[in-house]
Nanobody, 118 residues
Framework: QVQLQESGPGLVKPSQTLSLTCSVSGDSIATPYYYWSWIRQSPGRGIEWVGAITHSGSTHYSSSLKSRTSISRDTSKNQFTLQLNSATPEDTAVYYC??????????WGQGTQVTVSP
């Protein structure tokens, strides 16, 4: 059973960096040929794919967030991390990590609320 768990601050000030970690159990993030994604959901913007890191460490980002987004991984801890720079209140959302990409996700974390506010 693959399990994912998001962790990180629930409150971020505008212009600061939003940083979240996804801890994975039950599978290695280096297992071919999976993608590990970050997705967010907010009432105003709906569900939005943020980006992904592949089993080999390659990264892919949403075109609208690419300039502010970085996804990295620590295979020794079986974790991958999202960093979203220059956060604005529009980045307020529930953030999910998941295995998969595009239109197919097999496993999801429970989600974590992040609010960007002074």
């Amino acid at each position: 059973q693959v399990q994912l768990q998001e962790s990180g601050p629930g409150l971020v000030k505008p212009s600061q960096t939003l940083s979240l970690t996804c801890s994975v159990s039950g599978d290695s993030i280096a297992t071919p040929y999976y993608y590990w994604s970050w997705i967010r959901q907010s009432p105003g913007r709906g569900i939005e794919w943020v980006g992904a890191i592949t089993h080999s460490g390659s990264t892919h980002y949403s075109s609208s967030l690419k300039s502010r987004t970085s996804i990295s991984r620590d295979t020794s801890k079986n974790q991958f991390t999202l960093q979203l720079n220059s956060a604005t209140p529009e980045d307020t959302a529930v953030y999910y990590c998941a295995r998969g990409a595009g239109y197919s996700y097999e496993y999801w974390g429970q989600g974590t609320q992040v609010t960007v506010s002074p």
